[in-house]
């Protein structure tokens, strides 16, 4: 009898470790930020001019970047999280006061949070590296940047290319 309290004890402790791993993982993945209804009259306001650069013909062993200008034009400070990619052979990274944000990729889970404030500017890099998931022709590859403005919950950035 007591082989089996043990053995029990065991599986549910097992079990209970596995559960606390998986909750933690999908907590780490998250960011808190902080929200804002389209209506409210004070709020961040993110405006992009630019989301789309086309290299044209390139090479599959190059490596292109391309650099978009977001700016806060509200009267609360802008978030930006949740940054990934279209693809493993594309990444986002954003630079705030010289500042720069970890590179993020497909499938990119991070509490990364960064803050643009009100009337500032942000620089979001997106690096395009072909030698990764080598294909020819043309190709639009993207990357998505999460906001914390109502009006603009997710951003996305792409560059396109002619891969020879």
């Known amino acids: 009898m007591n082989k089996f309290?043990?053995?029990?004890?065991?599986?549910?402790?097992?079990?209970?470790?596995?559960?606390?791993?998986v909750a933690f993982r999908e907590a780490k993945g998250s960011a808190a930020?902080?929200?804002?209804?389209?209506?409210?009259?004070?709020?961040?306001?993110?405006?992009?001019?630019?989301?789309?650069?086309?290299?044209?013909?390139?090479?599959?062993?190059?490596?292109?970047?391309?650099?978009?200008?977001?700016?806060?034009?509200?009267?609360?400070?802008?978030?930006?999280?949740?940054?990934?990619?279209s693809c493993g052979c594309t990444f986002g990274e954003i630079e705030i006061n010289d500042i720069k944000s970890p590179q993020f990729a497909m499938h990119a889970k991070s509490n990364w949070v960064g803050v643009v404030q009100k009337g500032n500017k942000a620089l979001v890099r997106v690096t395009y590296k072909p030698s990764i998931m080598p294909v020819k022709g043309e190709v639009t590859r993207m990357v998505y940047v999460k906001t914390n403005d109502p009006n603009n919950p997710e951003l996305t950035f792409s560059v396109k290319a002619n891969v020879k």
């Open 5 to 21: 309290v043990v053995i029990g004890g065991v599986l549910l402790t097992v079990t209970i470790i596995g559960i606390a791993m």
């Open 33 to 85: 930020v902080a929200t804002y209804g389209a209506t409210d009259q004070e709020k961040p306001q993110v405006k992009v001019a630019v989301n789309m650069k086309d290299f044209g013909e390139i090479a599959v062993s190059d490596v292109k970047t391309a650099e978009f200008v977001l700016e806060n034009s509200g009267n609360k400070s802008l978030e930006v999280y949740g940054i990934t990619s």
